[in-house]
Structure formats: structure tokens, C-alpha cells
């Protein structure tokens, strides 16, 4: 039977804007209050999807969370009309508001931990969205995010679906952007690595000390129990603390994995040879390649000014592995002469594709954070809601949407404006009706 990786990317949302809101993110932070274009940065993230499409792999789409979230305001005690709403929180609590209007969504790797079925004790795809505790506007979503998954992946025969973990910084949990999967084929049973920050029972051990640790390992053997994985497909590894101090928030930032690839900075781990002979032992006699950036090569300040290792690797059709980078990579004389090293060195990684994803960039996030890695079967990939799945058709049909509903620019002030939520909404219910995907957001179910 065929077996494939599907990248489900998150469609950045009508709101997109650079409010700063993510301590620990340096590039979140250097363009805070700048001036964005959310329909620039959705047609960047579509054409991505589209050319990796095209390079014949399959790819989806996941839909964005409503913003401004109007029903969270009312929750913290702002009431009138919408446009009320809006107006007192502009007027009293400026970072409340900027967080209900948060478009951080588009960055699935935070959106859930998957593990395939041919890891699981039931032979099901799992999903468990990530409860994001660490930041409160992040915290907004895990409830439509499980909405959406379940709609996406709506045959309970083959998916099984979990709520978030407990709203708690002891289990704290970012998602796949702390987690990656090693295997020989996508289809066959593999090693899941699950990266953490900090031991949430026990403070004495190496935690950062300037930014937070988003990932506990507590909340790390919760999803793997949840997921009925052995202990023996497991893999815990800690984060280096000093490399979260120097802006890596998410392991994803410092490290990305595929099949039988390992690319990371020397500086990424916490114990490192411990856990590289662990996965070793536990990967079994097939062949591994791990390869180790060194800092000599690459300082972990260019590895986070470019996102070197924020980058996709996939499987192309023929077998060969490429990276997905963004045009910030290329950029980098040392990150670029790295990288066209890279390809001449034998590992499986043979070409480099460079994307500008700068909208996303310039907010934190590169290629890999606005996707999410399924491993599918065939038939898995069969009883997906086929109307998130990207071709031809239906990538022209959301840039359409795109066109008709998206603003050119958006500024801090224009949060405040009560037509910026009849847009979202009326946008977000047509796209709805194009993916298929019921009545998935708070306003729909008024």
C-alpha cells in the first residue's frame, strides 16, 4: 500500500498584522507595530502549497481562526455592540486587543501533535491540538482547532481525536513544532522524538533563564500515553536551555527531521550524544543519517535570523530529499554557502527550494511552522475531507477568495474597526462552503 507525508498548511487569516505578541520570538519582536498585507502573505502561502503540489507531493490546507475574537472580549467584560466592543478595548486595554486579533493560526506546527497509525496502539491516526498556555493569545485557539482537525479528518475508522491538555504552564504544549517523527517509510511504524523546554514537577532542573520554555516534558509523556505510543518509539530529549535564551523558541527553530534525516545545530540539544545513542539503539540497524551543523559553520544568530532549520525536508517522488527554504537562507552567505555545501555531501538531502515566505517571516514564523506533517496510508488519505486538499482547481479558488476578501494592508489601528469582523466573517463563512468544513467557528453556532 502507498504511504505519504501530507503537509497540512495553515491559510493565514484576514487579520495577519505584527502586533510583537511573542516574548521569546526575536523575529516577532524586531517588527512589532510594523504595517502588513494579508493578502500578500495568504497568496505567499498558497503558492507555496501550490508548488509543493506540483512537485507531486500532496499537500492541504487548514483553515484560520476567527479574529478579532469579539466572543473573548465579551468574556473579559466588554460588552455593546461589536463595534463597542472594539472601541473600549482599543481605548482600554490596547494588548488585550491585539491579542484577540492575533492570526498566529496560520502557524500549524502549533496547532497539534499527530502520530500515524502505524505508531499508535490502535492503528489510528491520532491528533491532539496543542493548548499553547505559554502565550494568551495562542491559548485562543485550541478549541476551533480541534473543530477544524475534525472536520478534516472526519472518519472516526481511521482518526481519533483528543481535547488539549489541561490549561496549565505545567503541561505546556506547543505541538508539532516540538515534535518529529524518524522512520524508513512513512507507512512503517516509527521513532517519535518529543522535545521539551523544561521538567514542570521539578525546577532544579537546567531550564533558560531570559525566555520561557514553552514545552514541558510533562505535557510531552501525557500526548505520547494519549496516543498509545511504546516506550520504545519514544524518544524524550531536552532543548538546550542556553539556545532558548538566544531566541530559539520551538525545537523547530533549531532542528527538523524526515524519514531517516536528523538535521540540527550542535548547539540544539540538552545531553546530546545520550539522546543520539538512544535514537541509535531504538531506530534499530536501518540507516540513519544525522547531520550536525557546527558553529563554526553556522552561528545559532544566523540559524534564527534565516530559519535555517525552520526549513521543510520532504521526499520527492523520485526518492531524493529537498529542503523548503525560505529566500532569507539564500540570503545569508553563510547560511547559503552551508546549504549548497549541504547537497553535495551525500546525505539524502539533494536540491534546495527557496520560498519567499516573508510575511510570515517577519512575524516569526518560516515554511515549517506554517505546516503540519501527516503520515498517511492510502486509504487514510482516502477518508480525508478531499475538499482540503490543494490542486489545480481549488487553489484557484482560493486565491479568488483571497482577492475578493483580503485587505491590502493592515495597521494597529484598523484592529479597532467593526468592518474588519463583518470582512473575517463573512470570508470565513465562504470558506467553509469551499473546504466543506460545517460550522466550525464561534459565529456560525450563535
Known sequence: MKQFEVNFDGLVGPTHNYAGLSFGNVASLNNANAVSSPKQAAKQGLGKMKALSDMGMKQGILAPQERPDIA???????TGSDASVLESAAKQAREVLLACCSASSMWTANAATVSPGA?????????TPANLTNKFHRSLEPEVTGRILKATFANDKYFAHHTHLPDNEHFGDEGAANHTRLCTDYGHAGLELFVYGRHAFDPSKPAPKKFPAR??????????????????????????PDVIDQGVFHNDVIAVGNQNVLFFHEQAFYDTQTKLDEIRRKFGDHPLHFIEVKTDDVSVLDAVKTYLFNTQIITLPSGDMTIIAPTECQENDAVSRYLDNLVTTGTPIKSVNYFDVKQSMRNGGGPACL?????LTEQELDAVNPNTLINDQQFARLNTWVDKHYRDELAENDLRDPQLVTESRTALDELTQILKLGSVYPFQQD
Open 72 to 78: 473573548t472580549l465579551r468574556r473579559l467584560g466588554f
Open 215 to 240: 514545552q514541558t516534558l510533562e505535557a510531552s509523556q501525557a500526548i505520547a500515553r494519549l496516543h498509545g505510543l511504546s516506550d520504545e518509539q519514544v524518544v524524550y530529549i531536552q532543548q538546550n
Open 371 to 375: 505546516r503540519l506533517r501527516v503520515a
Open 119 to 127: 505508531d499508535t496502539a490502535d492503528g489510528r491516526v491520532h491528533f
